[in-house]
């Protein structure tokens, strides 16, 4: 990927809801996207432990493990792709502390009361 065009996300909470979540809006169809992101964390440890096909929807659910906790990645071919952890908010709120210091991402800030 080149560094100009970098990923994307919000870092934002679920509609109507406390939890939060992490919503990366561009360049998710970037062949790389996945490796990246999974670099990019690294110092979790994560591993992909299930993948479903939701192929009516066209997005792919990936289940990964990590030292911090489980969390799941859906990646769909809008160009969308959320990080969420319902049962485990620490683990989202730390992936967004790395991806701050990762140069291929970059967050854009929101009014959470968009959300409410």
């Known amino acids: ?3 100009i065009d970098k990923y994307k996300y919000r870092f934002r909470p679920e509609y109507n809801s406390e939890n939060l979540l ?3 809006f ?3 169809k970037n062949e790389n996207f996945l490796s990246d992101l999974l670099n990019s964390i690294v110092e979790i440890n ?3 432990d299930e993948i479903a096909d939701l192929w009516m929807n066209d997005e792919f659910i990936f289940e990964i493990q990590s030292d911090i ?3 799941s990645l859906s990646k769909d071919i ?3 792709a959320f990080i969420i952890s319902e049962n485990n908010q ?3 709120n730390r992936i967004n502390s790395i ?5 291929r991402f970059e967050k854009v800030e929101v009014n959470f009361d968009d959300y409410k």
């Not at 991806?99 to 140069?103: S, T, W, Y």
């Open 78 to 80: 809008w160009d969308l």
């Open 1 to 3: 990927m080149n560094l």
């Open 46 to 48: 994560p591993k992909i």
């Open 26 to 28: 561009s360049g998710v």
């Open 69 to 71: 906790g489980n969390f």
């Open 90 to 92: 620490e683990c989202v």
């Open 22 to 24: 992490i919503e990366i």
């Open 99 to 103: 991806l701050l210091n990762d140069k």
